[in-house]
């Protein structure tokens, strides 16, 4: 082996990662812990998921489940990471983005750097003066109910090292 780690992540992203985590706050998840419980041992939490994710045996934990109300009365389901899975996430984030953000149609909004909903509405009120006709579409559960396998396989071919 020539290697001492499979993958080359460094603890600078681990630190970083972290640092973006806790500027957002969050609610605990599963195990309970909060961002202030997970600072008390900060040095050995941030080895641990430096350690499982360069070895490739960062698997995540389960996800806490809260019913949000919806305002037309029905309820969205909210799933809260655990701090130590959330700034693995941004780590992965943090790699990701950058490679598969150009990929996206310029019109795509959601979830971009850069990019608002307001920024979409603008967008639809320049349109609006050019265009005598709209489409609105919402794919409804679309992150329910994408293939898995569709979806890893687009990964991998993004996400090469």
Same mark, same amino acid.
């Given at each position: 082996?020539?290697?001492?780690?499979?993958?080359?992540?460094?603890?600078?992203? #681990?630190?970083?990662?972290?640092? /973006? =985590?806790?500027?957002?706050?969050?609610?605990?998840?599963? $195990?309970?812990?909060?961002?202030?419980?997970?600072?008390? +041992?900060?040095?050995?939490?941030?080895?641990?998921?430096?350690?499982?994710?360069?070895?490739?045996?960062?698997? !995540? !934990?389960? #996800? /806490?489940?809260?019913?949000? !109300?919806?305002?037309?009365?029905?309820? /969205?389901?909210?799933?809260?990471?655990?701090?130590? $899975?959330?700034?693995?996430?941004?780590?992965?984030?943090?790699?990701?983005?950058?490679? =598969?953000?150009?990929?996206?149609?310029? +019109?795509?909004?959601?979830?971009?750097?850069?990019?608002? @909903?307001? +920024?979409? =509405?603008?967008? @639809? /009120?320049?349109?609006?003066?050019?265009? $005598?006709?709209? #489409?609105?579409?919402?794919?409804?559960? &679309? &992150? +329910?109910?994408? !293939?898995? @396998?569709?979806?890893?396989?687009?990964?991998?071919?993004?996400?090469?090292?």
């Amino acid at each position: 082996m020539s290697e001492a780690k499979p993958y080359c992540i460094s603890k600078w992203e #681990v630190w970083e990662a972290y640092k /973006r =985590v806790k500027a957002n706050q969050g609610a605990a998840g599963v $195990d309970e812990q909060t961002i202030k419980a997970f600072d008390q +041992d900060l040095k050995g939490n941030l080895y641990k998921i430096w350690n499982r994710m360069s070895s490739g045996s960062y698997f !995540p !934990p389960a #996800v /806490r489940t809260v019913k949000i !109300p919806k305002a037309n009365g029905g309820e /969205r389901k909210l799933g809260i990471p655990t701090v130590s $899975d959330r700034i693995a996430q941004m780590v992965v984030k943090s790699r990701l983005e950058p490679a =598969v953000d150009p990929l996206f149609h310029p +019109d795509s909004y959601g979830y971009r750097p850069g990019k608002s @909903a307001l +920024d979409a =509405v603008g967008q @639809a /009120r320049q349109r609006c003066w050019r265009y $005598d006709w709209v #489409v609105d579409l919402d794919i409804k559960g &679309f &992150f +329910d109910n994408i !293939p898995q @396998a569709l979806l890893i396989r687009a990964v991998k071919k993004h996400a090469t090292e």
